[in-house]
């Protein structure tokens, strides 16, 4: 509604919106969504592509419905990019490097400034309208109304802007800040939004910082290698030494690692590349998730497969896709792609929320790890019944073992910092 808005109207009317006005603008735009919907992709194609195109538009529905992944997203992108010792960053640019120059803080700094931010949205949708005092408490601080214009500058654009970006209305996404046209507001286009700057904002700023600068797939590259180092730090922190090895490069491609437990031969192809932006919206670009499947399932099938047939032993084999992309409706990509996944049961897309809380489970209560493992492997799928991963663990209860807690749970770290710097508990 606020890109229809901003796109088709100006703001230099007086008019004050009443409930029934809203009333009316939402059911316009309701009129407008089901014009443009996709049913007739939807009615010109089979149930595969169906659920390709659902995968899409549930994409963004499932993230709005559970905003519990903002937690976990905020960790882990802390901890790929700040947080581990064990993660390799020499290739890639440091953080701190890219926060000093675009704000003139360091990353931490940001992200208190990001969490104030944030606050004060669930409070007003414009932040900046709130009184310093509130929020600045010394008079060294770094939480000023400076440093918060600065921030709020950077993920903001304007009409103009909206109007002419080539990302629709998902320029949201990377800018949730919309400043009016008339009164020069800064507004929160959606609190949700802003909750996504916080969760995903390190990776972006980073990934945006290398864009900028037209320095191609350098970043995208290394943080393949960084996230290869995670998946040796999580199997090196919860399994047995000698269960599970990466596999060497050969001439021949083949899969990423081999883990061995109890029951099963575990393969994992690790992939870090993302859906793009336009595909994970109510109207999604059938294009883009295409080229996601491409990348990311159906070339890693064939190496998935290479390395189940050089496999010499007699457990049964399951052939994992392991995204970093944080989703809960990998059941539909599965559906989407009968060739592969409806052919061979026994090959799963995991996302990584999805290996943590498996892993986390295996250290936790074993039996209840075999649990998961057993159903993975005798799972039968056939009249559109895909189960995912996600839902075998929740199945077994195992959907509570999470990964950052305690000393990894860097999102209760912060609130507490601010807590202590503001003399709260707000």
Not at 141 to 163: A, D, F, G, P, W
Not at 261 to 290: C, H, N, R, T, Y
Not at 334 to 342: G, T
Not at 405 to 424: H, P, Q, S
Request: charged share 25%; net charge negative.
């Amino acid at each position: 509604m606020a890109y229809l808005s901003i796109t088709n109207s100006n703001d230099y009317r007086n008019d004050i919106m009443t409930e029934q006005l809203a009333g009316r603008v939402v059911n316009l735009y309701r009129g407008y969504e089901n014009k443009h919907s996709g049913s007739e992709y939807i009615g010109n194609n089979g149930l595969p592509s169906i659920f390709k195109y659902l995968m899409g538009m549930s994409y963004e529905q499932f993230k709005y419905a559970n905003p519990a992944w903002i937690y976990q997203n905020y960790n882990r992108n802390y901890h790929m990019l700040i947080g581990s010792p064990n993660i390799n960053r020499k290739k890639i640019v440091d953080i701190n490097v890219i926060t000093n120059e675009l704000f003139g803080l360091t990353a931490e700094e940001l992200l208190e400034v990001e969490c104030i931010i944030w606050w004060l949205c669930s409070i007003h949708p414009d932040p900046l309208s709130a009184p310093e005092e509130l929020y600045r408490e010394k008079e060294n601080s770094i939480l000023t109304k400076k440093n918060l214009e600065r921030v709020i500058s950077y993920y903001s654009v304007t009409y103009e802007q909206v109007r002419n970006s080539s990302l629709g209305k998902q320029i949201f996404y990377n800018k949730p800040f919309v400043i009016t046209q008339k009164t020069k507001e800064t507004i929160a286009v959606s609190f949700y939004l802003v909750q996504m700057m916080i969760a995903d904002g390190l990776y972006w700023l980073i990934r945006d910082y290398y864009h900028n600068n037209h320095w191609g797939q350098k970043f995208i590259n290394a943080f393949g290698e960084m996230f290869e180092d995670y998946f040796e730090e999580l199997a090196g922190l919860y399994l047995p030494k000698n269960s599970w090895h990466k596999i060497p490069e050969e001439r021949k491609k083949s899969a990423d690692y081999y883990v061995e437990v109890d029951e099963a031969v575990f393969l994992f192809e690790l992939k870090s590349g993302l859906l793009g932006l336009g595909a994970k919206q109510q109207v999604p670009d059938v294009g883009q998730i295409d080229t996601f499947y491409n990348r990311n399932i159906k070339e890693a099938y064939e190496q998935l497969k290479v390395s189940e047939q050089e496999y010499r032993g007699e457990k049964p084999v399951i052939k994992v896709f392991l995204l970093y992309e944080s989703m809960t409706n990998t059941q539909m990509i599965m559906a989407s792609l009968p060739e592969i996944f409806e052919q061979d049961p026994e090959c799963y897309i995991m996302t990584i929320d999805d290996l943590e809380m498996l892993l986390a489970a295996y250290k936790k209560d074993k039996s209840r790890f075999d649990a998961v493992v057993k159903a993975l492997v005798e799972n039968k799928r056939g009249g559109n019944d895909y189960k995912s991963v996600l839902e075998i663990l929740n199945i077994y209860q195992a959907v509570g073992d999470m990964h950052f807690i305690e000393e990894r749970d860097y999102f209760k770290k912060i609130v507490e910092k601010l807590e202590k710097k503001l003399g709260t508990h707000q």
